[in-house]
């Protein structure tokens, strides 16, 4: 599973032994795979900042984890036709030992491996400063972010609707991949090449009465130039001066003139653009990539970095100073255990806070001075970290 449970029990005698159930029972019962979560020690400052902290991280935590699926997503629009390989392009790179920085770390062997970087984020420093680092750093990225993508897919977008031009059927589709200077009669005072969408059915009816449509259409200047799965593009030509009068019989005979009149630098610009569009999008995919691959990485440690300083904050809020509690890892071992996992976790632990625990058994129970629902709250201080970030 790629779901975590991210737990702190206080680190006194009674409640290491029941950290120590936890781990046997869980085991015994095949229910998750366990690891120690090690934390630094931080400056931690007054409660009151702590409090504060714990609703800026709070906000900080929802705010990253969105960033890091925008990212898995935009890796995944980025990747198009290569879909099935964006998993092993979403890692977290440079986030363990030094000497495990040049390899590829998957999400969960990061997380199972965590080790606080002091290089980046200093544990001496006052916890406002490293939470301030890591906002500051979240939000450059997202301001980056934005504007790689937008231009990206302005790109995208620009070149989409000139192919859909040349996806549509004979009615809408453009036909300048289709015409060519010698199907048409150009620069005539008198003359001009119409083009007539033809039902297929009707092919030997147009071949018989296009002449008659009107007078002074030219004899023999019918020619089919392309065709779809409905009808075929001819040419006409004919005098100007009786142009409305072609289009009304062409009409009534179910013939379609289409509105098309051939401007050699029209066509050129649309076929450049097409080519340059083209050549654009694909000097850009490789460094958009590598910019999202390397910044994905730079903001899941980022989040990993800020569920630690949330379980730090939280336990000194709940434990109390000083500060002294273990931070667990939980890995369930799959969906079905997670109900179960949760009843052991409430009893090991049940003396922790006794209405909590009540309260989780009987929804209607009310902890006075709590603000989350009963769903949220758990005697031991408790984070959800779920690593599913293409669902």
């Known amino acids: 599973m790629s779901e975590f449970w991210l737990i702190s029990a206080p680190g006194d005698k009674e409640n290491l032994q029941a950290l120590e159930r936890m781990n046997t029972v869980t085991a015994k019962s095949n229910l998750s795979y366990n690891t120690k979560f ?29 960033l890091i699926r925008r990212m898995a997503q935009s890796v995944v629009e980025v990747m198009e036709d290569a879909k099935g390989k964006v998993q092993e392009n979403l890692l977290a790179n440079g986030g363990l030992k030094e000497k495990m920085k040049c390899l590829k770390i ?22 406002v400063s490293v939470v301030d680092t890591l906002a500051k750093q979240l939000a450059q990225i997202e301001t980056d972010l934005k504007s790689r993508t937008a231009a990206y897919n302005t790109l995208k977008t620009n070149l989409e609707n000139l ?11 453009t036909l300048s991949d289709i015409v060519s200077k010698e199907d048409f009669v150009l620069d005539s005072e008198y003359l001009i090449t119409l083009l007539v969408i033809v039902p297929k059915p009707s092919y030997v009816q147009w071949q018989k009465t296009y002449e008659s449509l009107s007078d002074m259409v030219v004899p023999r200047s019918t020619k089919l130039i392309a065709e779809d799965k409905e009808g075929g593009l001819f040419t006409v030509t004919l005098f100007r001066k009786v142009i409305d009068d072609f289009k009304t019989k062409a009409k009534e005979n179910k013939f379609t003139v289409r509105e098309f009149y051939y401007d050699e630098k029209e066509i050129k610009r649309e076929r450049e653009e097409m080519t340059r569009l083209l050549s654009d999008k694909k000097q850009q995919y490789g460094p958009l990539l590598r910019w999202l691959k390397v910044n994905f990485s730079e903001a899941f440690i980022a989040w990993i970095h800020i569920k630690a300083l949330r379980v730090f904050v939280e336990s000194v809020l709940r434990y109390g100073l000083p500060v002294n509690f273990q931070a667990v890892l939980l890995q369930p071992h799959k969906k079905s255990c997670t109900k179960r996992l949760r009843e052991v976790l409430n009893s090991v632990f049940r003396h922790l806070d006794e209405v909590a625990a009540a309260s989780i058994l009987d929804a209607s129970v009310e902890i006075p001075g709590l603000q989350l629902s009963t769903q949220d709250y758990f005697p031991y201080v408790y984070f959800h970290i779920d690593l599913s970030l293409l669902d």
């Open 163 to 173: 192919e859909k031009k040349s996806m549509g059927n004979l009615f809408t589709r």
């Open 106 to 127: 998957d999400l969960t062997s990061f997380v199972t491996h965590f080790e606080w970087d002091m290089a980046k984020y200093p544990a001496k420093q006052p916890l």
């Open 38 to 66: 090690t934390i630094p020690d931080f400056k931690v400052g007054t409660l009151d900042s702590l409090v504060g902290l714990s609703d800026e991280l709070a906000k900080l935590d929802i705010f990253a984890e969105s």
